[in-house]
DNA sequence: AAATATTTTAAACAAATGTTTAAATTTTTT
DNA sequence: AAAAAATTTAAACATTTGTTTAAAATATTT
């Protein structure tokens, strides 16, 4: 197994996520980010200017890592119960492998959105397949009429809550992160099939 | 109609209440609050003897005011149908008259809770009735049987995941607070319908 | 009304924090 | 090998920030 040798630069960006990711951009000092790294406060900024800079790069990225992943699923060209099943269960794995990318991207974009604006305009527009599709299937008749934007907020939620508050979950249920993760999986099922049956019954 | 003199200290934790769920604990100064609340940060401390208690008090209270509500409704003595229209209409409501409430408490939970952990303690051991409702209604086979934690988890998650990407809603489907309000309040009905649209439907 | 307690203000302090400087070290280029 | 460039280190700097002090103003009690 080759061990890539990673730079100063990537050691800091990498300490800096994890950093930032556990804690915030308020609650993150940069003597924090340069102990994580193993390295020194003038080295942070040598290599990113600043801790606002540092920390813009990362939330691109976190942001990205987040989003990106959902419009290219939901415009994939498959059928709707496949589209489901794979979002579902890809967003899962996603989530599983980054557990605190929610939580970061969501807190961060709270109060009137300063850091923000920009990056959802780069983001967003492109259309929504995923809507044009269940409108496609209702007029077919294959599903039930209802607002769609509705049954995709519900989906992503469903999807995403769990990880905002996995800590409440694991404290609640009693979770070890391994026992989360397998409560996780089975949501990979769960989600769809409850949607899947609320469309598929016509009210 | 009588206006109840606030006292200088109600001032200070409104204030501070104000800026906590828009900014977080760290993205707070002492000063931040002061201004809010017109005085000045001597007093801060002199009612509150330091931020972090301050904090501690509206956190507490702030938790409080989520999980109480959800923990009342759902240990209601109601039938399941009218529990869970009960329980979404509510907590919706609660939710537009203080939406910053669950990013707020979910994100200073976050990171290896170091500020609750006795919380969860206090708040929580209380039997859950709905968990039980849920089992019983379905040995009399009137839903079907699955892991009832994975409903409770997704009823949550559809009504509060929605506060929580506020901000991210509002920009990609261009809504006003009252637009997101009444798109909020839709989901009154969407959410029960497909909750109880699954559970009525055996797999 | 005098004495006492409480509240408010302005200023100061100490610690924390983001940032910079300048020298030392290492790497790369010539 | 010498020169130049890039990286690293330790220290210092300037602000910001949480907290405290001491005096002034106000309210309460005697």
Do not use: W
């Amino acid at each position: 197994m080759i061990k890539h040798e990673l730079s100063t630069e990537e050691i800091i960006k990498d300490a800096a996520k994890k950093v930032f990711l556990e804690k915030g951009f308020g609650n993150t000092t940069t003597r924090d980010i340069a102990e994580h790294a193993s390295s020194n406060i003038a080295l942070v900024n040598y290599y990113f200017r600043s801790k606002e800079k540092l920390f813009q790069e990362i939330f691109r990225e976190c942001f990205a890592d987040t989003f990106a992943p959902i419009a290219r699923i939901l415009n994939d060209d498959l059928p709707l119960e496949a589209k489901i099943y794979k979002f579902v269960d890809q967003m899962i794995e996603l989530l599983k492998s980054d557990p605190m990318l929610p939580m970061f991207v969501f807190s961060e974009m709270r109060g009137e959105n300063s850091k923000i604006g920009s990056l959802m305009a780069e983001m967003h527009p492109k259309e929504n397949r995923f809507l044009l599709q269940l409108e496609e299937e209702a007029a077919k008749g294959n599903i039930r009429k209802t607002n769609f934007d509705q049954i995709e907020l519900s989906l992503m939620s469903m999807v995403i809550f769990p990880f905002i508050s996995m800590n409440m979950i694991k404290m609640k249920q009693n979770l070890t992160t391994e026992e989360f993760y397998r409560f996780m999986d089975e949501r990979k099922k769960a989600i769809p099939e409850m949607i899947l049956t609320y469309l598929r019954h016509r009210g």
